[in-house]
């Protein structure tokens, strides 16, 4: 199984300001993904990180607000910009491995941001 | 859009009682997944589920798989203190792996 380093586990930032997490992963992955865990609510999926390309964002979730990279197949950030404390969740990254497609997933352990 | 139910959204169990959570999409689905998290932790991936029909057992969990691939349930017998935390399904429609989470059953285990 992947082994996936987050960073940072936990951060307690000023509105207005940006903070960026890195998902590092032991190996290549097909598919790296970023989730978002409001408190006491389920994940939802802000983007799918693309290598080398313009992440791919869901329905209610800009680039502007969440900048993402993927300069390869093992790394990937996620920028929370300009943040509010609507914006104090868990972010978790999620990856594929080389298989792709319907194989086992696997999520870091998670970033829990709090805006203050 | 693909939309994912899941019900209970609490399970208060006696320890040793059996209980079971449903997860319901509104589209037919590729594949399930479900997920165990604990109380401060991530999402920990329990199985997937790909056919119509499909019934896989893990020690004390029973996950099925409905027919029309639209619906699944989770089983717990003889439910543990261990067991105790939040378990989300999560459905795909593609084969890509994006998934659509449920709302998740929060399950409390009394003595």
């Known amino acids: 199984s992947a082994v996936i380093s987050q960073k940072p586990s936990r951060d307690i930032c000023q509105r207005g300001t940006s903070l960026t997490i890195q998902c590092q992963v032991d190996?290549?992955?097909?598919?790296m993904f970023w989730y978002r865990q409001q408190p006491g609510q389920s994940l939802t999926l802000i983007a799918t990180?693309?290598?080398?390309?313009?992440?791919?964002?869901e329905s209610g979730f800009v680039i502007d607000k969440f900048p993402i990279s993927r300069p390869n197949l093992t790394f990937s950030t996620l920028t929370v910009s300009n943040m509010s404390p609507e914006d104090s969740s868990i972010y978790l990254c999620r990856v594929l491995g080389p298989g792709g497609g319907n194989t086992e997933a696997f999520f870091g352990q998670g970033t829990r941001l709090t805006v203050v | 859009g693909q939309q994912v139910m899941q019900i209970p959204q609490y399970q208060h169990v006696q320890e040793g009682e059996d209980f079971t959570t449903y997860c319901n999409s509104s589209?037919?689905?590729?594949?399930i997944q479900w997920y165990k998290q604990r109380p401060g932790g991530h999402p920990v991936f329990l199985i997937q589920?790909?056919?119509?029909?499909e019934v896989k057992k893990q020690k004390r969990l029973t996950f099925q798989f409905g027919e029309a691939k639209k619906n699944s349930s989770l089983h717990i017998t003889a439910t543990q203190t261990t067991d105790v935390g939040t378990y989300f399904c999560a459905g795909s429609s593609d084969s890509w792996g994006k998934l659509q989470f449920g709302a998740g059953t929060q399950v409390v285990v009394t003595p």
């Open positions: 190996s290549q992955v097909t598919m």
């Open positions: 589209t037919t689905l590729s594949n």
């Open positions: 589920l790909v056919k119509s029909g």
């Open positions: 990180a693309n290598q080398g390309s313009e992440a791919t964002y």
